[in-house]
Each structure stands twice: as C-alpha cells, then as structure tokens.
C-alpha cells in the first residue's frame, strides 16, 4: 500500500495499485478498470499503472523501480551470515524477550498469528480486520486461559507503558487507564485528557466487538484485571461503541469487585458525547475541568446556522463518524451512511451522496486494497473537492485525527482540499461552512496548533472537542414524527434500561488492591446498541482453521517418547511377515509398477527369468503392490521390499509399535537405485544367505540394541541421519563386532570376515536403522485430532506425497520435483529421476535435512557451503513447533534439532522442508548419479 501511495506521486499518474496477485488485489485493479491478464495469480506481483500518457507511465514505471530499490537496500544482509529471520510470530516470541505482539495480516490469516503469539505468552494488539467472530472468542479465551490480554481485532490504538501501538498520539504520562473498544474514540479521549493537564497510565484497546453480546467483553474484563493490578493507574474511563447489556452489567460487577473507580465513555442516544463524558471522567479523578477547549474560527461556524442543502460528513474516524449522527438527527432525522444509525438508511461510501450523509472511509469496504484513510486520505480528499461541486451540499463535517501511525502532513493536503471545495461553492453563488473535529495534542509529531492555522486559513471552524449548540452550522431540516430521536419510549429498550441504571450509579464493595487502599466502584452504565447490524465481514477460512489448541503439543510429547528404545532389535526373512508368498512392499504413497527396482526384486525372488517376463508379470494380477509405510515399514530411495529379504525389526516399549527396514545394500548400483544387473542380484543372495543370518544371530546373542541411543551421538560425532551415518554404523558395529566374530567355528571365518569388512566399509549401512526409527517417532506421534503435524513425507520417483497426525492414512500429493546436487562421473541433470523414497522420514522426525549444522561436511557431498548448513537447521526451526532435548546441535550451542513439521506453518511462511538425499538414474539399471538435496513441492493438494 506504501509503495502504491509513492508511486501515485509521479508526475502525470493518475492512479496505482501494486500488490501480489491475490483475489482480492486483481478484484480491486479490475473494479478501478484495470486490464489485468488472465494468468496473474497469487505468486505474482502485479503492478497496475494509470496515466495522463506514456511519459506519465513511464514515471510511474520509474518511482515504483526507485522505491522497490530503496526497500532492498534497507533490509539487505551487511555481509555473510546464517543468522535467519523470523518468519513466524511464535518464532520472533522464542528469540526475544518482548510483552505485546503487534498483528497486522490479512484477516483470514490474522487468527494464526495471534494465536501463535497467544500460545508463546505474548499479549497482542491485533490490528488486523475481517477476522471472523469464532477465531475472536477462541483467541480470547485462549488469552484469559493464560493471563494475557488480546486487544482486537480490527484495534487501532493502544498505549501501553508509554509506547504508542497503531494510531495514538503523544499525551503526558499519568494516572488514568483506558479501556476502550474504540480507536479515535480512545485518540479524543486521551488527547482532551492531556489538553487539560492530564495523563494516561494505558490505554488497553479491545476491538470493537469485544462489547457485543457475542464477545461479552472477553478483553474487558482482562483489561479491567491489569489496570487494577497496575499501581500507576486511579481511575479507569472505559470509552465504548454501544455495548451489550449483558457485556456491561458483567464489567460493572468485576469493577466493583477489584474496587476501580470507573467513568464511562460510551456513545448513544440519550447519553454524553465524548466532551461531556471526557469532562466527566476529569470530576471523578479529582481533576480541574477546563472552562473552555481549544477551537479555532468557530464564530464562522456559528454564523452559518440554518443554511440551505444538506449536511454531508466526511470521516476518518468510524466513533467520530457516530457520533456526529447522534447529535445531527436531533435536528436532521435519519441520517444515512455506510455506518448507520438504528432506522436511518445504509449507503455505500463509493455511492454519489444525496441527502443528509456520512460516510466513514475508516470502515472495511473503503479500506480494501488501500490504508487506512489516516494513512491515505486520497480517497476522502477526492470526495470532499467533490461535495464543493455539488449544489445539494449545505455543509461539510470532517474530523483530522492527528498523532503516531497517521499521515505525516495531513492538514496540508485536507486544507488544500477544503479550499478547493469552498472555491467551488463560492463560484456557484453559495456558502459552505466545514467543521472539523480536530483530535490530537501539541506534542504530535504533525503540531496540533500548525494544523489548525493551515485549515483555518482556508475558513474551515476547527474545534478540539464536540462542537457546542452554537457552533452546529446545521442546514433547515424536520426531524420526522416516527424518528427515534423525537420520541425517546420509541428507542431501543437497551437505551432505556441504560439510561435508568445510569440514574442509580451504583456503588458496590471493592476488593483491595495489594499495597493501595481500599476504593469502591463508580459506575456510570453505557447506551445500548444501535445498528442494523454487525459492521464486520465474515473473512475466508484460514489455513489451519481446524487445529487443535494443544494438539501439537500432544504430537511432540509423543515423538520425543517414541523413537524406540531397548526393545529395538533385528528381525527374520520377510516372508514370516506379508500375508501372500507373492507380495511385495514398495515406497511413497503410490506406485510405479514399470520400476527397476521391482524388476530387481523379481528377478531376486526367482518370480521371473529376465527383465522383460519381470515387467510383463508386474502388469498382471498375480502380484499385490502395497507402499511399505502401508505395512509400518520404509525403504530407502527404491528400497523395495521382497518376501525373501532379511530386515531389522525395531519396536517402541512405550507405545507398542513396530517398524521394519531391509538392510542396506552401500552405494552405486543397488537395487534401491533402481538397478537390477548380475552384480545386483549376486549381493541380494549373498545378504539373503550370509549377511542376514549373522547378524540376526548376533542380536541374538547380544540382546536389544537401543538404537534411539545412536541419535543423539551422531549428531555429535558429525553425522546427520539421511546421507551421512558413518558415526551410527561403526557404533552398530562396536556392539555387535564380539558376536559376530563369535560365530567364526559355526560359520566359515571368511563369512564373517566380509560380514564385518561389508558392514565397516558401508558408512550409510545405519540409515537402514535411522530410518525405522523416526518411523516409530512418528508412529507415536500420529492420529492426534486437530493436528496439522506431518507425520510421514515420502516420495516414489513420480509423487511427493505427506501424512498428517490429524488426517489418518490420508495421503496428500503433488508431482515430485527432481533434486539439486553434485553428479557422479559423466552424469548430468539429463540423467536423473524425479525425487524418490521414504528416506525423508528422517528428516520428518528432525533428522537428515534439519540438521545439516550438525553435519556441516555432508555440504561437500550434496553441493553446498557451511553457511548453508547452518542457515538450513536454522530456517527449519520457523516451520516447526518445538525443539528435540536429547538431538542437541554441538555448533549451535547444542540447541536441540528442529522437530514436529507444521503444514499450517509451512504454508504461512512459504519454508519448505529441506531433505537430503540421492538422486536414482532415470533409467532403470542405472543406479546411482549423484547425491542431493531436495525440498517439499509446495502445492500437495490431492488426497488418497
């Protein structure tokens, strides 16, 4: 929005809009009669350009070059580092040691955020709009569940010990807090409590729904608990919309009983407008009331009473905006806005204005696609030169809402307007008397008193407070006989029952507060509500709607517990295991029947003579296919999974599961490679007929291996779990050497001699262990509703598909991409196959790719530098929700490994997850062409 308001500033442009391609921003481009192009989608920037000719176009073109520079320069890296941002609320919350949160998303996603910063322990100012009324209750009372305070949404002022949040302006330090589900409400407020000698101790916004009968006055009440904690503040004025009954009457109890002294400022028929309330609250503290308020120019106001033409007020501010109707129907009847009043008629702020109006540029249909009108009041200016041209207009009420946040210079641009307008009155013969409401203080950073001089010297009656009678330059109306403010027994029987309770002031008995006296209540009770309806609009679904509060909470406790432990062990051949002699366990969440491995695997199992009988059988219905995470188990790349294979067999003591992997075959042309030639077949016996029985016999001897135990030390041995296991494997070897070489007598001493020279020199021999480890982590951790965890991520040589903890067997997919990394020997990218293997539930459960740091010569290998090491299992940490104790990063400060991979945050801060791999040839019997990496595809849409 910034840079479309800069852009707008070159000479001869008439009009800019600069934005990603969502929905919403072309929508906006083609309502203001852009051509957009049909392919522009939400990963584009789109930039639309309307000028008075090609020169003007091409300036356009050039300031939108120079600021895109500008924003580079400011937030482009000094020198090298691996230090990574945060891209997540709840990420920023870790680092720091922050209070409040400031959100300021888009609606539909401005829940997340929150919720993140709820969660972290932060109390939250939440700016944002359109968040619908469910998200605002969960998040409320998820905030009062935590003792922290959620001010919002759609909350534009806050001030707290001192520091100005959204808009605010510069007022005194002093001893009165603030509740208010009102931003300028709370700006005119705070600023007249400083114009009379005043200050504020906080002023805690709460969005303005938190006093509708739905919200009940969630933040309220946890508003009214700090301030009567805070030893700064003696008395408390709650500024308000109109408000729910039932909202208030529960407020005035919890008054009473933490013993706070409260004012009410809220607005409604029959009730004080913010002067008067404002004045009042000043007699409650114990303050001198000042005779008169600030005002500049007002006898000109006072003058034009009673002209012809009808009375349009422009606002920025959406409590100003009401206000001004409250008091203008008294003489005018209904009024009609795009925020009406109860029984006045809604118009749209985009309408041509007929008859008495006002028009909030604050509310959310004027706001979409552009800032706020305190930011970018372009829209409002172009609507008051056209009310100067339009003889039907009698007077012009505007507001200039000064202070942090707002325009720099606004009254130079308004008064430019003012005069405008008034020049165009004047030429057709009449008058047009502008009032503006002026809120702020001098200390703003825009001069209270500079601002009123620039408007004045253009005739405009400039006032501090609510005008008074005299100075209401209201045109010749009739109030209707039916109207409302004619007939008080008419009004909403909220209004009357408040109006009583107001009368009664009632007194209750305080609780003490620690360390002040004992202070009893004063509550005077607010107006009732009175629109047609809610001003909010429902936004999309977000992403993640459906978690779980605590859900991934529940899914870390478990991972960290399921790895495995003692009970871990190896296992017989295969066969004891599949239900049929003719089945077959593949990789990924589905299957490419054509592949090398499987022809390797028939060709093994003695189920075909050559390649071509292998293909033809797999085509047929005789063998069954299944995916190994189907059966509990994983392969890694092609690691197909035949009746005849030996496997170890690990299992979790805590909760009971079970997972299998074959052994591993080392490097170069494997069967999990997709290669199947004699040499292939050759070792696949050999491990059937030697490996297998040796080392199942040597756990046997040896007991439980607690392979959970390596995880740790590989980290701290330089290994990361996925491409380099060198630690692990000779670990393994070290247990079992003394069982093994106790075999020599009952098998041949050159058995066993390549037993241990195979194992020893086969340094990726224990990803074969990792691998069903993690595998167990993440059984523990699945089926956990309301999680959006990632329990499983595999990937078959055509697909990319992932499980989540909350979704069952589920599988979510999009075609697989083709890895990243150095290639062996005369291969190149020509050579290699689409991403493949269920090798990456290492890195689901925090392994492999996620811990780079700790493996930082596994760069040499797949192609890289320390630096991406590093900023890798940094960059991971923003996509996942906790940390692991016992997978601790030695660089790092032995910071634990990333785990627990949030599809909601991968989706909000676009980090996909980082796996380590290899990349298989992309014919079958190629094997091997290089090690790599590779990252999640980011559309996984379709389910199975």
């Known amino acids: 929005m910034q840079v479309s308001q800069r852009v707008r500033t070159a000479p001869g442009v008439q009009d800019a809009l600069i934005g990603m391609g969502t929905e919403l921003n072309l929508g906006l481009m083609r309502d203001v009669g852009f051509d957009v192009p049909a392919e522009a989608g939400p990963n584009d920037l789109v930039v639309a350009l309307r000028g008075d000719d090609e020169t003007a176009v091409a300036a356009g073109q050039d300031m939108l070059t120079a600021v895109l520079a500008e924003l580079h320069d400011r937030s ?9 941002a945060p891209r997540t609320v709840g990420s920023a919350a870790r680092r720091g040691s922050a209070g409040i949160a400031l959100v ?198 006072s003058g034009a009473s009673g ?43 985009h309408d041509t204005l007929t008859g008495h109006a006002v028009v909030d540029f604050g509310e959310d249909e004027m706001t979409q696609g552009r800032a706020h009108p305190m930011i970018d009041p372009s829209l409002r200016l172009e609507s008051i030169r056209a009310q100067g041209a339009d003889p039907t207009c009698g007077v012009l009420l505007l507001d200039l809402v000064l202070g942090h946040g707002s325009h720099p210079d606004p009254a130079g641009d308004l008064a430019a307007a003012v005069g405008q307008a008034r020049s165009a009155a004047e030429a057709d013969g009449r008058t047009l008397p502008v009032v503006v409401s002026l809120v702020g203080t001098e200390s703003d950073p825009q001069g209270l008193q500079r601002c009123a001089e620039a408007l004045t010297a253009v005739g405009a009656s400039i006032f501090t407070s609510t005008p008074p009678p005299p100075a209401r330059p209201w045109p010749t109306s009739e109030v209707p006989d039916d109207h409302p403010a004619r007939h008080p027994a008419a009004r909403p029987a909220a209004d009357r029952a408040r109006r009583r309770h107001r009368r009664r002031r009632a007194v209750r008995p305080g609780a003490a507060r620690p360390g002040r006296p004992r202070e009893r209540g004063r509550v005077a009770a607010p107006d009732g509500r009175h629109r047609r309806g809610p001003r909010h609009r429902p936004g999309r679904p977000a992403a993640g709607r459906g978690q779980r509060p605590g859900a991934g909470a529940d899914h870390l406790r478990r991972g960290r517990a399921g790895a495995g432990g003692p009970g871990q062990r190896g296992a017989g051949p295969q066969a004891r295991r599949v239900p049929a002699q003719r089945s077959a366990a593949d990789l990924g969440p589905r299957l490419r029947p054509d592949a090398g491995r499987l022809i390797g695997a028939m060709l093994f199992e003695g189920l075909a003579a050559t390649p071509e009988e292998a293909e033809e059988k797999l085509a047929g219905p005789d063998i069954t296919l299944a995916p190994c995470h189907s059966r509990g188990a994983v392969g890694p790349m092609a690691g197909v999974i035949s009746p005849s294979m030996w496997l170890f067999e690990l299992r979790d003591p805590v909760h009971g599961n079970v997972s299998h992997c074959s052994l591993n075959e ?93 194992v020893g020199a086969n340094d990726h021999f224990a990803l074969n262990l990792v691998m ?25 040589g055509t697909d990319f598909g992932i499980q989540l903890a909350g979704t069952g067997d589920a599988w979510f997919t999009a075609p697989a991409d083709t890895p990243e990394g150095l290639f062996l020997g005369s291969f190149g990218p020509e050579d290699a196959n689409p991403d493949i293997g269920d090798s ?101 849409s379709s389910r199975r």
């Not at 482009?76 to 990574?84: H, N």
């Not at 005119?188 to 739905?214: F, Y």
């Open 666 to 758: 080392g490097l170069g042309k494997v069967l999990r490679y997709g290669a199947y030639s004699e040499e292939v077949i050759t070792r696949l016996e050999w491990m059937r007929d030697v490996l297998g029985p040796v080392l199942a016999e040597a756990v046997e001897r040896h007991g439980p291996v607690d392979v959970k135990a390596y995880l740790p030390q590989m980290l701290q041995m330089g290994d990361e779990g996925h491409n380099r296991n060198r630690s692990a494997t000779l670990m393994f070897l070290r247990d079992l050497l003394p069982h093994i070489v106790g075999q020599v007598g009952e098998r041949s001493q050159d058995d066993v001699a390549e037993v241990c020279r195979f």
């Open 76 to 84: 482009r890296a000094q020198g090298s580092t691996t230090e990574v």
């Open 840 to 940: 990456a539930i290492t890195e689901t459960a925090g392994m492999g790719g996620f811990v780079m740091a700790a493996a930082p010569a596994i760069v040499r290998l797949v192609g890289g530098d320390v630096d991406f090491a590093l900023t890798t299992t940094r960059t991971m940490y923003e996509i996942t929700l906790g940390e692991h104790p016992s997978l601790q990063i030695p660089i790092l400060e032995f910071r634990g490994a990333p785990i627990g991979i949030d599809a909601v945050a991968v989706a909000r801060t676009g980090v996909l997850p980082q796996i380590n791999t290899g990349m298989a040839g992309k014919v079958a019997g190629t094997g091997q062409v290089a090690p790599a990496w590779s990252t999640l595809r980011p559309t996984c």
């Open 307 to 349: 002209s012809a033409g009808h009375l349009r007020g422009l606002f920025c501010g959406g409590t100003l905006a009401d206000e001004a109707m409250i008091i203008a129907e008294d003489t005018l009847g209904p009024i009609a806005s795009n925020i009406p009043l109860d029984g006045a008629p809604h118009v749209s702020g």
């Open 772 to 796: 069903p480890a993690c595998k167990l982590a993440m059984a523990a951790a699945k089926d956990i509703p309301g999680s959006s965890v990632v329990v499983t991520m595999a990937r078959n």
């Open 104 to 301: 300021s998303t888009p609606g539909k996603y401005a829940a997340l955020d929150a919720m993140d910063a709820v969660n972290a322990g932060l109390s939250v100012m939440l700016f944002s709009d359109n968040v619908p009324l469910e998200e605002e209750i969960a998040l409320k009372d998820a905030a009062a569940a935590r003792d922290v305070l959620v001010m919002g949404p759609d909350c534009g002022t806050a001030v707290v010990n001192g520091a100005a949040l959204g808009f605010a302006n510069v007022v005194r330090p002093g001893r009165i807090g603030m509740v208010a589900a009102s931003g300028t409400g709370a700006q005119q407020v705070m600023s007249l409590l400083d114009l009379a000698g005043e200050g504020i101790s906080h002023c805690l916004g709460l969005g303005g729904r938190d006093l509708s009968a739905e919200v009940g006055g969630r933040s309220a009440r946890q508003a009214l608990r700090a301030l009567a904690g805070d030893e700064a503040t003696e008395h408390v004025v709650i500024v308000s919309k109109p408000a729910a009954e039932e909202a208030v009457g529960e407020l005035e109890t919890l008054a009473g009983d933490l013993g706070v002294s409260v004012t009410w400022a809220t607005l409604g028929r029959g009730r004080p407008d913010l002067t008067a309330a404002t004045e009042q609250t000043l007699r409650d503290a114990g303050a001198q009331v000042p005779a008169s308020w600030p005002s500049w120019g007002a006898g000109e106001a």
